[in-house]
């Protein structure tokens, strides 16, 4: 018998979509909880706590935006993967800014849905690396932890390696396509504002002390002090 890699919720509507993600991800290992309605589904990720939830963003209920911020309003950093229409842009970039991991857009493979779930959670556990100290910050990547003038700063999964992955490489300058490649494990993906809305969000939260700056017309680089 193989060793559950742990349980994922999907919370989505359309059940024929909802069994088919459930069987490709149950074939990989994992354990898998399906919910068709957002209120069932929050319910769940709080009795539950999945390794990661796959969330639809049209969902009865609780849509799935207002379902990531009841999440990490309670500091729930459970890793999430949204699922969206192609009409659903500015719902995807709000769900990101508020802490969505990752997305996919419908009609997408299910083999992809299991990809993108298993980089999410890699993602999550984090690269080895020593613990960086950068102006106002202090990034320990052994418990994921950041810290600004000594107080705690929350960050997803992503936004905490992105930062780290930046201060290990103070000065370099990355392109998107190459941090996409390098943090999110996305060789090739085109949808480089992803890395932008990442980027902003961490800004707004490290405030003066953020450490990344845009190099025009390139990408973004880590400097040895904040603003």
């Not at 659903?88 to 508020?98: F, K, N, S, T």
């Not at 390098?182 to 990442?198: H, I, K, L, Q, S």
């Not at 450490?211 to 603003?227: D, E, M, N, Q």
Request: charged share 25%; glycine share 10%.
């Amino acid at each position: 018998m193989t060793e559950s890699r742990g349980l994922v919720l999907i919370v989505e509507d359309e059940r024929h979509i909802a069994d088919v993600q459930r069987l490709y991800l149950a074939r990989e290992g994992f354990g898998v909880h399906v919910e068709t309605d957002g209120i069932a589904g929050l319910a769940a990720a709080r009795r539950m706590h999945p390794v990661a939830i796959v969330l639809d963003i049209g969902l009865p209920g609780l849509d799935g935006i207002a379902f990531c911020r009841a999440l990490r309003d309670v500091g729930d950093w459970t890793p999430v993967l949204l699922v969206t229409a192609r009409g659903e842009e500015a719902d995807r970039i709000l769900g990101l800014e508020l802490g969505a991991d990752d997305y996919l857009t419908k009609p997408f493979s299910p083999r992809e849905l299991v990809a993108r779930v298993k980089t999410v959670l890699r993602r999550a556990a984090g690269p080895p690396g020593q613990t960086e100290s950068v102006g106002r910050l202090n990034v320990d990547p052994i418990s994921r932890t950041v810290r600004c003038d000594g107080e705690p700063v929350e960050l997803t999964a992503t936004e905490f390696n992105l930062l780290a992955y930046l201060l290990q490489h103070v000065g370099q300058v990355f392109t998107r396509e190459q941090l996409l490649a390098r943090v999110w494990g996305y060789p090739g993906y085109r949808d480089t504002r992803m890395v932008d809305v990442f980027v902003s969000q961490l800004r707004a939260k490290l405030g003066e002390a953020s450490p990344i700056r845009t190099v025009r017309g390139v990408g973004y680089s880590a400097t040895a002090s904040g603003r």
